[in-house]
């Protein structure tokens, strides 16, 4: 399938797009990349705990939609671009009671709502995307909630998604290995579809071990990717996201998969080569450090100017967009 991906004079048209992990990242991603192609599959995890959609999975004990809802945002038309900031407007207010309206996204409350009418995760964003005239395919990564867990380097082990993306953890910070409850849940059929019919496979951009691995290391997925045909791509992140991935350099994201995957299934990583705009200094972030020496590497390095002008801790959609078609020539 991958042969199509050469065949394209200039855009992605006919070429199956499937974008891993969710947040931030994997949204600026297809941001981009729907100018370029229709046939976009987003595939998220299902061990999201904090925030709203946190707070509707353990009120209501449903899986999370938070990252789908962001995703199926993400892909709303520019022309639209009111509808995509109404999906994800979030009510004033900051209140921990989980039934409390404060502080939820309305498009959780939207994707909630069908879930309660229908009995069913996949109609409920079925209806979103009818409802915000989205294409595309937004699938969970598993077809039960996940519990994310990780064990630090000086030992400890910690648990909830929640407390690893916010550092809820004490010194001396630094993650070894993050692992999922349970360890090889059911996945849904089309997941695989989906990732073995690709073109192209992209994880990230997005939080190492609170988005991107947590995908990855779900057994059935990890055999897909790793059977599938499709041209695969891994995007480093702009920054280094404090205690999380604190001083990582590029070997060192490519390391933390194989660790967790026993290989690295991706044949091209992505860096950004722009570090020429500030960083504010109360995020605390830090420009992942620029490869000096390509040939310690085992795969294909493409670097590009892909950062964020206004906010330089992100990639810039457009330009990440425009990287990944460029990587094939078309």
Known sequence: MAD????????????KIVCLGGGVGTSNAIRGLKQYSPQITVITSMADDGGSSGRLRKAYRI????????????????????????????????????????????????MFAEI???????????????LFGV???????????????????????IHSETTLDLAKYSQPH??????????NPRVNPKVINQLLQADIIISGPGDLYTNQLPVLIIPE???AI????????????????????????VIDFIKAVKDHLQVFPFDTV???????????????????????ELNNYDVKIVQADLVSEVFPLYHDPVKLARAIKNLYNV
């Open 226 to 249: 790793i059977e599938s045909k499709a041209k695969k791509v891994f995007v480093v992140n702009i920054t280094n996201k404090p205690f999380e991935t604190k001083g990582y350099a």
């Open 4 to 15: 199509k991906v050469k065949n394209m004079d200039n855009s992605l048209t006919n070429v």
């Open 174 to 183: 630094g993650l070894k290995k993050i692992y999922i409850t349970p360890k």
């Open 135 to 157: 294409t595309g395919e937004f699938l969970p990564a598993t077809d039960i909630r996940t519990r994310l867990s990780a064990i630090t380097k000086d030992g400890r082990t």
């Open 270 to 292: 992505l860096i950004n080569d722009n570090q020429t705009h500030m960083i504010p200094k109360k995020y605390k972030y830090e420009y992942v450090p620029l490869i000096s």
């Open 63 to 110: 899986m999370p939609p938070g990252d789908i809802v962001s995703c199926i945002s993400a892909m709303i038309p520019d022309s639209n671009i009111d509808l995509a900031h109404l999906l994800t407007y979030r009510f004033p207010g900051n209140s921990k009671e989980n039934k409390s309206i404060d502080g939820h996204k309305l498009g959780n409350l939207i």
């Open 116 to 130: 309660l009418r229908t009995k069913d995760f996949y109609k409920a964003i079925e209806v979103t995307k009818k």
């Open 221 to 223: 997925i990890k055999k």
